[in-house]
């Protein structure tokens, strides 16, 4: 299932309703839902914040196969911008030198069992890969 | 949907879904607390980073001279949230989670 969302924060309660639905219409166990919006929001809020994308609206795919959800996120016409490259987020400093920046990559790699980036043509592609299975989140 | 407001006891309740889309009322809200309060989550469903962005601005404020904010009553995946992100030793949290 494939949508497209203008690049704005404030479209972040359609990304969630599309990932609802795609949930809804394929059955899936309701209990992954929170590590999926966490992640799918995460992405695309850094894409709309860091992106140089212009009017081009962030795309947002979503497919099941066998157990495995695979999530991707393109954005169009921008440079690039790894953030798998993203510095390591140490969450045991103190509570004067912790800072917002970064956690929210960091909370993707803790709720997804995959993340990579690919950059070609112009286009920043995250792809996030989520396991249902029995000892999930 | 999103609600934050005053409940009994002067508690502050956060409701339903705190996204990136939320956090400037969220903002304005926490601008007017200026002393340690009890966050009633129980009917709070969803944060990503930038809900905890503000909660954790408002704690490193009010933590310079008060106790803070102590969150009640998180569901499992805002546990989770809070533990991964590491913030479960810089928040008070205490109450049954669901």
Known sequence: MRGSFKREIGS???????????????GLDRDYLFAVDLAVEEIFTNMVKYGDGGDREIEVELDMQDEHLTI??????????????ADVVDVDLPLKERKIGGLGIH????????IDYTYENRRSTVTLVKRFVTDHV | ??????????????????????????REFFDQ????????CSRLEYISSAGLGVLLKVQ???????????????????????????????FKITGESK
């Open chain 2, 1 to 26: 949907m999103f609600e934050i407001r005053f409940g009994e006891r002067e508690q502050i309740v956060l409701q339903g879904r705190f996204d990136a889309a939320q956090t400037s009322r969220a």
């Open chain 2, 60 to 90: 490193k404020r009010l933590m310079a001279t008060e106790d803070g904010l102590a969150l009640v009553g998180l569901n499992n995946h805002i546990r989770d949230v809070f533990r991964y992100a590491g913030l479960d030793k810089v």
């Open chain 2, 33 to 40: 607390v200026v002393e340690s309060r009890v966050v009633d």
């Open chain 1, 107 to 114: 909370l993707v790699r803790k709720f997804m069992d995959e």
């Open chain 1, 12 to 26: 972040v309660s359609d990304v969630h309703g599309f990932v609802r639905a795609f949930f809804e219409r394929e």
């Open chain 1, 72 to 85: 991707r996120l393109i954005d169009h016409d921008v440079s690039p911008f790894d953030i798998t490259a």
